[in-house]
């Protein structure tokens, strides 16, 4: 195995993690190519963060190999080390210190000099945004802005491969967004990012390619039009003007689409997954079909739309339960360990 010659920053085979009768990690295999965000999807407890660990030369495997930039983790986990960074899913600097003080003291440690870890930490604090409070004890900082400067801690010194572990857990969708915007920010610069999250939005809108892991195995990998395609469905939805006519609509969709129908928190809202791709002539026939099967006993719909199914519906149809359904294993070591 080569990541080398094959253009991948992170090479895996048969990946195992185990903690006393837990079976964290079981058999990951992972193709992760340089220069992109990859997206490992899953809910807590998925050995999502245990693999990040391995990989990050933290955790030792207990099966299997991995490779990063074409160097073992086990063998070779100082050139592995001085290759990447993560950023974990809790703060990693120090809270009693300001902004400044964190960055220039972690760019000292990094071998900077005095003068340069200062303009170092003055460039990253500008570029995310975070000048005003340059000079302000992090603890008082909201947690966006904890979450940006832990990034900014992470790329000091620029990372070939940058582990972002669920880093927008808890954030408001303003900070998610100044976050995903980093995360564009830093690939574009060069540096491959391999992000775990368990919101499926979040890799549909960083991830050129991403593995679907559930209970320690990997189920499912591809690009975003792959994986909404390899359910074999697109999805059709619908509004009603009569939330009293939601259930007899449903029941006339099920007969005309031979498909699953499920009701959504709108009471006049139901959607339809069909047996064929949403980009298929068929899949609009049958769904024209349907709307004629509606008119003829009275339903008026008020709005339809016929299209691929969202990440959410393709992880349910992988697993049978969404992302935030969390298993009784934890993801975090310690944890594991005790159980």
Do not use: C
């Not at 969708?173 to 391999?194: E, H």
């Not at 549909?204 to 359910?231: H, N």
């Not at 029941?251 to 709108?266: I, T």
């Amino acid at each position: 195995m080569s990541t080398q010659t094959s253009g991948l920053a992170i090479e895996t085979a048969g990946l195992v993690k185990t903690f006393g009768e837990t079976r964290a990690v079981d058999g990951v295999d992972l193709a992760v190519p340089a220069g992109t965000v990859y997206g490992v999807l899953g809910p807590n407890g998925a050995g999502k963060t245990t693999t990040v660990k391995m990989l990050a030369t933290l955790l030792r495997p207990d099966g299997g190999e991995a490779h990063v930039f074409g160097h073992d983790v086990v063998r070779e986990a100082d050139e592995v080390r001085g290759r990447v960074s993560l950023t974990g899913q809790y703060a990693s600097v120090d809270e009693d210190l300001t902004g400044t003080e964190n960055l220039v003291l972690l760019g000292r440690l990094l071998g900077h000099h005095k003068k340069a870890a200062r303009e170092r930490a003055g460039q990253l604090l500008e570029a995310f945004g975070l000048s005003e409070a340059a000079a302000k004890q992090v603890k008082h900082y909201s947690g966006g802005m904890r979450r940006r400067i832990d990034i900014a801690a992470s790329i000091l010194n620029t990372p070939d491969l940058l582990f972002l572990d669920e880093p927008t857990t808890g954030l408001d969708p303003r900070s998610r967004n100044q976050v995903w915007d980093i995360v564009r920010a830093v690939v574009a610069q060069g540096t491959t990012v391999l992000l775990t999250t368990q919101y499926l939005d979040e890799a549909d809108q960083l991830a050129s390619r991403i593995a679907v892991i559930d209970r320690g195995r990997v189920i499912a990998e591809g690009t975003k039009g792959e994986l909404k395609s390899s359910v074999g469905a697109g999805s059709v939805h619908l509004r009603l003007r009569d939330p009293e006519q939601r259930d007899l609509a449903a029941g006339l969709l099920r007969r005309a689409l031979d498909a699953q129908v499920q009701p959504e928190p709108d009471p006049v809202a139901l959607t339809a997954r069909l047996t064929t791709a949403a980009g298929d002539d068929s899949a609009a026939e049958q769904a024209s079909r349907a709307l004629g099967e509606l008119a003829r006993a009275g339903i008026t719909v008020d709005n339809f739309s016929l299209g691929q199914p969202s990440l959410d519906e393709v992880f349910l149809a992988l697993t049978g339960h969404d992302t935030h359904d969390s298993s009784d294993r934890s993801d975090d070591p310690k944890d594991e360990v005790a159980a």
